[in-house]
């Protein structure tokens, strides 16, 4: 765990404290699930301000760190800019499939539902 | 969506009405995981009281409602017996390979963690 005496530096948890419940918990938000199919898609680090999404600034920065706290994704200051990106190598090594058959997953419902973003957003 | 006019008769969503969203928060608990992985593991119908779980009787309830009310399970009257089983047909046929996905990473959670169960009980 990094400790974050520098306000530049944010707290992530090392893979083994990484737990599933919280995965799966920051998974089960339509904004955030949104977040993740864009970051797996993209495969490079991107800005917050990358996300067209439709939550207020606030709520954004919440739930990106949301996605921190649970170790679905890492940000990284790179000047004042917070970058973000994937833990893929950490998910996939601790849940073999799990990522990607939740990402499959949300596409399948928006096809369903005709929503032609990965979750349907619904708040 | 059964109408609960009839208090033995219980809601369900519809497959239809079924969101990843939700199933995602369902299993996102360690005690609900260990139902699920429990309820796989043993492919019948099971009685609340058929789970040996760490938590009260009036949280026992609290989690088998949320499993069903997010699609994961149906609870069905038999006389006075509650009985759960997995909607694994209405969620493979949703989100193929989700569930085994899931069930999956808390097995090999368990194993990393030294813990017996599916996901370890922290609460």
Known sequence: MTTATNPRVLDHPARDDIRLE???????????????????????????????????????????????????????????????ALRRDDLDALFPGLLDGVLEAAAAQSRRLGDPRPAAITS
Chains 1, 2 share one sequence.
């Open 22 to 84: 919280d995965v799966l918990h920051a998974l089960s938000d339509a904004v955030r699930l949104l977040i993740v199919s864009e970051m797996a898609r993209e495969e490079a680090e991107l800005s917050c301000s990358h996300f067209d999404l439709p939550v207020t600034k606030s709520t954004t920065t919440h739930h990106f760190r949301v996605l921190r706290e649970s170790g679905v994704i890492q940000q990284i200051y790179r000047g004042t800019t917070k970058l973000n």
